[in-house]
């Protein structure tokens, strides 16, 4: 998610300016116009008289006029030429009818306008789209934007306006000690600016919120008991869930949440789509699978499970029927009963495992596919119930042409954690589609996590006709939510409940969380570092005026950045250094935003995040899991070959003792001391330091303790003031081996075990991405947040580690704050978030 414009705080009234001065509080990006009724030839020919020329573009200038009870958008002559939507009039005309001041301006491309009009072939499509620029007297910007951020109108930057009216804009994010020294710092030309992009993700979240309370089918389904052999009872909800999936594969859906339709037309019987509206005179099957998308803690593995025991008889007749078959796919060697589950790591297949070990005994048969002594005999392959896998050891496979899981075709398909295929674009997500199953399933708690189309691409993995095609999705979906149509969340609501599952833990009446704010004040040493700081970003930022590197730009962002990185280690930060600034923004980069910035890995082909290892001879990025992958498929004395050039030239490589990671001796809180003497002093004071530890001793023999941190060094600080208390603590993050992480696991759920767990938000850590996604932690009774993150939905996911099935009592959580600085701003907009989305993530 693209972060808030930090700026100063620009509505403030500046000593010299006059408080009536008109100037220009910003734009709305993008506003649907229905055209009037006019035709077409005498449009283009009135926009062709228009044309203003603007920077070497052909910009067109339209006025808006209030009416009684909608707003118009006009030519210079006052001919009309179209209406806003009613929001606009709803935010915007009682601001017209009441500051005399207060003008709109409607600013388009005349190419874009005139090609979208040659477009509409009949009056249903009669609608553009342009910015609408807001301008007003000076004194009475706060209070019009106070207004407009009710009505979830959002300003952003205006790409042509006045220039004559000065640009003020009341929404940006405000840090007054910044100060704001050019446009052009933050005029990276984006589509959408910061401010933008947060609304477009607000309505997104209100989408979903609004799907997830309109769905009916969890309401009226029915309990299935599980097989007999079953050795963990079904809780009330997982009967539910067992019900809804039976009816998925088998095709016995309730009639009400079928998606064909029948119908009659011209006296003919049919079958129409309720979403595409997609006719066939033969009634379409809707089997096959769908998505489990419960919350994280609620049994969706049990689940399956319980499923797949309940269907053994269903799988061998089946497979045994395929073979039987006279005519098959030609790169299908094998038909297989066998249950196909694909995970994010190596780490989450001995989960599985253990699961089946726990809830089902011996009643499987199962293979652990993974490792350079997997199975290779694709008889003995099919001749099983269960198969666990990982992403990477399918990609890897299948991109060599070695695949043995590609030439059987499964009973059944299980991605788990389906949302790592979300990205259509990425190797996963094409090498699961090329699967061959009778039926598809996908357990994730957010099918839809920044975008629409992430659970479009599950509905493409499921073959859901016709959303089998992703680019239905787009038309029938994501571009209607782009042009304002109010028909996605019906939409959406109609798909949800044919193909998807989704409860949270409400319905499971948990103690749930006690979370508290810890506000905290610097010392006078720390104010003054913290604002030496900031005059040194200040002269950093005059001196990158009109610069810009798109993958290194050092602007406001990364600025507010280095606030933050300050906030928790205080004096013990050393002072900014030139030579080390990209040290230390590297990492800042990788989880600043509270997802992750990505880079693609070599290897995987993955978005990853930033914090990757390198081949020192031929440059090529791969990440932690491919290294790792590498590592089990290889002899100890083979070196380790480049993923990406690895058959081009054998030369280029690594040797797995060369890169600490891997290392089986290395220790990976004890970071390397170089790095630690450029990035800390010796001794220094750090408020919140001191408070963490003086909380985590509280109580502590009583509860144990998990704390959170989206920095490795915050991390590294942590265990150096918890040593120096004689805390005894585990931790995990991006360098611990997957192989480790269990182990730490099971120490810290331990009794007798460590009181203390640090963990990294990073994605190849603990809670976000694929490195240790389902890994659950409900030992934790305490939950400290060292930082506030600007997604608030990375801390619900780390949070929900410690919530699970049978907790007992309230989990606390405690989340700390700097008075004074960035953070108190950001957790401001956190909890404006936190209303808008109203989501468990």
Same mark, same amino acid.
């Given at each position: 998610?693209?972060? #808030? ?10 000593? !010299? ?109 009669r609608k553009i789209r342009m910015d609408i620029n807001l301008y007003g007297s ?38 007054? *000690? /910044? ?110 699978? &769908? ?40 790169? /299908? ?41 997997? %199975? ?10 269960? /198969? ?20 059987? *075709? ?23 589609? =090329? ?12 099918? /839809? ?18 959303? @089998? ?11 209607p939510f782009e042009q304002g149509a109010g028909v996605v969340t019906d939409r ?32 006078? =040493? %720390? ?42 280690? !205080? ?48 440059? @090529? ?19 380790? #070959? ?51 530890? @003086? ?5 502590? %023999? ?20 918890? *040593?120096?208390? &004689? ?15 269990? @182990? ?12 203390v767990l640090l963990s990294e938000y990073s994605p190849v850590s603990m809670t976000? &991405?694929? !490195? ?36 007992? =009592? ?32």
């Amino acid at each position: 998610m693209l972060l #808030p414009e930090i700026v100063q705080d620009s509505y403030s009234t500046s000593p !010299g300016l006059p408080e009536n001065e008109q100037v220009c509080y910003g734009m709305i990006y993008q506003v649907d116009v229905k055209l009037s009724e006019i035709n077409m030839p005498k449009l283009n020919s009135k926009l062709q008289q228009e044309v203003q020329i603007t920077a070497a573009e052909q910009i067109l200038s339209f006025t808006v006029e209030r009416k009684v009870d909608h707003l118009t958008i006009a030519f210079s002559d006052g001919v009309t030429l179209g209406l806003l939507s009613d929001s606009m009039f709803e935010a915007l005309g009682p601001i017209m009818e009441r500051e005399s001041s207060f003008f709109l301006e409607g600013v388009a491309s005349k190419n874009l306008l005139r090609d979208r009009i040659g477009k509409i072939s009949k009056s249903s499509e009669r609608k553009i789209r342009m910015d609408i620029n807001l301008y007003g007297s000076r004194d009475t910007t706060k209070k019009i934007g106070d207004e407009l951020s009710l009505k979830k109108v959002w300003l952003q930057k205006p790409d042509n306006y006045k220039t004559n009216f000065p640009y003020t804009n009341p929404h940006v994010v405000k840090f007054p *000690e /910044i100060k704001h020294v050019s446009a052009g710092v933050t005029d990276t030309r984006r589509t959408l600016d910061e401010k933008g992009q947060l609304a477009k993700q607000d309505k997104i979240q209100q989408i979903v919120s609004d799907v997830h309370v309109s769905l009916q089918r969890a309401r009226e389904l029915e309990t299935t008991s599980g097989d007999r052999r079953l050795q963990t009872p079904l809780l009330d909800h997982q009967q539910r869930a067992l019900t809804f999936m039976k009816q998925r594969e088998s095709g016995n859906i309730p009639e009400k949440y079928r998606l064909w339709q029948k119908s009659s037309l011209e006296g003919q019987e049919m079958y129409i789509h309720r979403v595409t509206k997609t006719r066939s005179t033969l009634k379409p099957e809707e089997m096959g699978g &769908g998505i489990l998308a419960d919350d994280m803690g609620m049994g969706k593995s049990l689940c399956l499970l319980a499923l797949l025991l309940d269907t053994l008889d269903e799988g061998r007749q089946w497979a045994q029927q395929k073979h039987s078959e006279e005519y098959h796919n030609s790169a /299908i060697e094998r038909y297989s009963r066998a249950t196909l589950v694909i995970v994010p790591s190596a780490l989450l297949i001995n989960n599985w495992l253990q699961e089946v070990r726990t809830h089902l005994g011996g009643a499987l048969k199962w293979i652990k596919y993974h490792g350079v002594t997997r %199975e290779k005999d694709l008889d003995v392959l099919t001749d099983s119930d269960l /198969i666990v896998t990982t992403y990477q050891t399918l990609c890897y496979e299948f991109g060599n042409k070695r695949s043995k899981l590609h030439k059987i *075709e499964w009973y059944r398909v299980v991605l788990d954690e389906a949302h790592v295929i979300r990205r259509p674009s990425n190797t996963f997500h094409s090498t699961c589609l =090329e699967l061959e199953a009778r039926s598809r399933w996908c357990l994730t708690g957010t099918p /839809i996590q920044n975008r629409l189309l992430d659970i479009g691409a599950l509905f493409a993995f499921l073959r859901a006709d016709p959303f @089998h095609n992703i680019t239905q999705f787009r038309r029938f979906i994501v571009l209607p939510f782009e042009q304002g149509a109010g028909v996605v969340t019906d939409r959406l609501v109609l798909l949800y409940d044919s193909l998807c599952l989704r409860r949270n833990k409400d319905i499971l009446c948990l103690p749930g969380t006690d979370e508290r704010e810890r506000p905290l004040q610097f010392s006078p =040493e %720390e104010m003054k570092q913290y604002q030496s700081t900031l005059r040194t970003l200040q002269r950093s930022m005059s001196e990158k005026v009109s610069q810009y590197d798109k993958h290194r730009e050092f602007g406001l962002f990364q600025a507010q950045l280095q606030l933050r990185i300050l906030c928790n280690h !205080g004096t013990y930060q050393k002072p900014f250094s030139w030579k080390r600034m990209m040290l230390q923004i590297d990492e800042s980069l990788a989880v600043g935003s509270g997802t992750s910035f990505e880079a693609r890995c070599d290897g995987c082909e993955q978005p990853k995040p930033a914090l990757v290892i390198t081949t020192n001879s031929c440059g @090529h990025f791969f990440c932690t899991s491919c290294l790792e992958y590498l590592e089990d498929i290889l002899k100890p004395t083979d070196s380790m #070959p480049c993923p990406r050039c690895h058959y081009k030239d054998a030369a280029k490589c690594l040797r797995t003792d060369a890169i600490p990671a891997l290392n089986k001796n290395h220790r990976p809180h004890h970071r390397d001391a170089l790095t630690r003497k450029l990035y800390f002093k010796d001794v220094g004071i750090s408020t919140k330091m001191n408070a963490l530890v @003086h909380d985590v001793k509280d109580r502590m %023999e009583e509860m144990k303790s998990i704390v959170f941190s989206c920095w490795t060094h915050t991390m590294d600080l942590v265990g150096r003031h918890l *040593e120096r208390a &004689g805390i005894d603590y585990l931790r995990i993050d991006g360098d611990t081996l997957m192989s480790k992480r269990q @182990h730490v696991l099971d120490e810290f759920d331990k009794d007798s075990g460590s009181r203390v767990l640090l963990s990294e938000y990073s994605p190849v850590s603990m809670t976000t &991405g694929t !490195g240790a996604i389902g890994l659950n932690i409900p030992a934790a009774r305490r939950v400290f947040i060292l930082e506030p993150q600007w997604n608030p939905s990375v801390e619900n996911q780390a949070i929900a580690r410690t919530t699970r099935l049978n907790q007992k =009592e309230k989990v606390l959580v405690i989340r700390y704050r700097i008075e004074d600085t960035v953070e108190t701003e950001m957790l401001s907009q956190q909890k404006e978030k936190r209303v808008i989305a109203k989501i468990a993530w």
